[in-house]
């Protein structure tokens, strides 16, 4: 069975410092990838995906990811955050489910902005 | 632009009880989907639909129902509330069963 693995529950990180948020998948086939960004008492919303083309995705506030077929990886990166990145993050896998496409979630990550 | 609206945002239950979950969208999205979240656990798909008429079982389904009768409208249906239904659901909605999903705000519950 297809599963995503979210590899850091807690990210914790001081404002203006890079940060890496890990995401590995286990699929023989293809996929589409996604990183959604959930704010406190807030649903999610997407923050970047990767159907084709360049393995290098950039999304909304500055983040961006790369797909790594080899790895079966799509971390996710920001080279400066702020305070207002504080969120859970969650990495989604699509796959074809046969009669239609499973989105696979991983647990989540949540970045912690350190002042 | 609405989006994708639950109602309510807050309900508690007493075990036994029953309620309806409300669900509705205005992108005329073929595709929508119900989810819970738990702690630490990422989100768990209860039911989907992949247009007016049709829906089907998702990897949670035990003790909900859910209705499409309109491209709208997607209701999630608890019957006998249990404490493990304790969580926050998450309605969503998408063009394609591929592309983007459109989340609601969520539906905190609590059965006690």
């Known amino acids: 069975a297809q599963s995503v693995t979210q590899l850091d529950s807690q990210v914790p990180v001081f404002e203006e410092a890079p940060v890496e948020l890990r995401c590995n998948y286990s699929s023989s086939v293809s996929v589409y990838l996604f990183w959604y960004v959930q704010y406190p008492n807030q649903g999610l919303q997407l923050l970047l995906k990767?159907?084709?083309?360049s393995t290098l995705v950039k999304g909304i506030n500055g983040f961006e990811a790369e797909f790594n077929k080899s790895q079966t990886s799509f971390h996710l990166r920001k080279p400066s955050v702020h305070i207002s990145d504080t969120a859970e993050y969650f990495c989604?896998?699509?796959?074809?489910?046969?009669?239609?496409?499973?989105?696979?979630w991983g647990a989540g990550t949540k970045l912690i902005i350190k002042p | 632009n609405a989006g994708v609206t639950q109602t309510p945002k807050f309900r508690i239950l007493k075990i036994g009880q029953s309620m309806t979950l409300q669900c509705t969208q205005d992108m005329n999205h073929n595709y929508m989907y119900w989810y819970r979240q738990d702690p630490g656990m990422g989100l768990k798909l209860i039911y989907y639909?992949?247009?007016?008429?049709?829906?089907d079982k998702g990897e949670v389904p035990n003790g909900y129902n859910v209705s499409r009768s309109t491209t709208e409208d997607f209701p999630l249906r608890l019957e006998l509330a249990a404490p493990s239904q304790t969580s926050v659901y998450f309605c969503?909605?998408?063009?394609?069963?591929?592309?983007?999903?459109?989340f609601g705000e969520g539906s905190r519950l609590t059965v006690l």
């Open positions: 989604a896998v699509s796959v074809d489910g046969g009669s239609n496409y499973q989105l696979i």
């Open positions: 639909s992949v247009g007016a008429g049709i829906t």
């Open positions: 969503a909605s998408s063009y394609s069963g591929v592309g983007e999903l459109f």
């Open positions: 990767y159907l084709s083309g």
